[in-house]
């Protein structure tokens, strides 16, 4: 059956260390995005894609970035982490800007010491 | 920028009765989607309903319906015959067109047996 993945599932790390959160997905979507979930924020968009190549900051972007050499994945990456990027990640795609759903990943819980 | 406001932070309710979950959004659109997630424990979020803004009828999946009031910009999630697996945060959630979903805080709902 065709997914979405993340891994890890689980990460500690330091501040001011790179981190990549990997992010795959089976179904050929060509929309992937990424959210963070805080307390009392609910899901809020970091960086999305419609494509490869193409790349596009969200709302709460500083401090992250995605690159987009295929369909499948769409890693995000912390260039240095900062305890303020404590959260639940969640990565979602979805067929075509249009489609009615986003298909969500299981979360990476990230912990920034 | 759109907004989504769900006013209700916790609900609970007695098994097989019904609750009624409420969301407000703020757009100068016409044309838009609206959805409710579900965000069991697991942390999986599983689109529980939707709605596209020009169908007046209100969408219904089950047990699960929405009463959509376009000019009073509400859109509330009715639950009928909970059970204990509706156990969960539940987010509403605003699209227009191609572009993000913008999520409410959640509402943190809980079944009693």
């Known amino acids: 059956d065709a997914e979405i993945t993340q891994s890890p599932r689980h990460k500690i790390t330091e501040t001011g260390r790179q981190v990549t959160l990997a992010c795959h997905q089976t179904?050929?979507?060509?929309?992937m995005f990424w959210y963070r979930q805080d307390l009392g924020h609910g899901l809020r968009l970091i960086h999305y894609?419609?494509?490869?190549?193409?790349?596009n900051k969200g709302e709460v972007s500083d401090g992250y970035s995605v690159s987009r050499s295929n369909t499948e994945d769409l890693p995000l990456t912390l260039e240095s982490a900062a305890s303020s990027q404590t959260s639940v990640y969640f990565c979602?795609?979805?067929?075509?800007?249009?489609?009615?759903?986003?298909?969500f990943g299981p979360g990476t819980r990230l912990l920034v010491l | 920028a759109q907004t989504v406001t769900q006013s209700q932070p916790e609900m609970s309710v007695q098994e097989a009765e019904t609750v009624t979950l409420s969301c407000t959004y703020d757009?100068?659109?016409?044309?838009?989607?609206l959805f409710w997630y579900k965000q069991p424990p697991s942390r999986q979020m599983i689109l529980v309903i939707r709605?596209?803004?020009?169908?007046?009828q209100n969408a219904t999946e089950n047990r699960f319906s929405v009463n959509f009031q376009k000019a009073a910009k509400s859109f509330s999630l009715k639950i009928s015959d909970s059970q204990l697996g509706d156990a969960a945060m539940y987010f509403c959630?605003?699209?227009?067109?191609?572009?993000?979903?913008?999520f409410g805080q959640g509402t943190r709902l809980t079944i009693n047996p």
């Open positions: 894609s419609y494509g490869v190549h193409d790349t």
């Open positions: 709605q596209e803004a020009y169908k007046q």
């Open positions: 179904w050929n979507h060509n929309n």
């Open positions: 979602a795609s979805s067929e075509d800007p249009y489609s009615w759903t986003q298909y």
């Open positions: 757009t100068s659109e016409s044309d838009y989607y």
């Open positions: 959630a605003y699209r227009e067109g191609a572009q993000k979903l913008v």
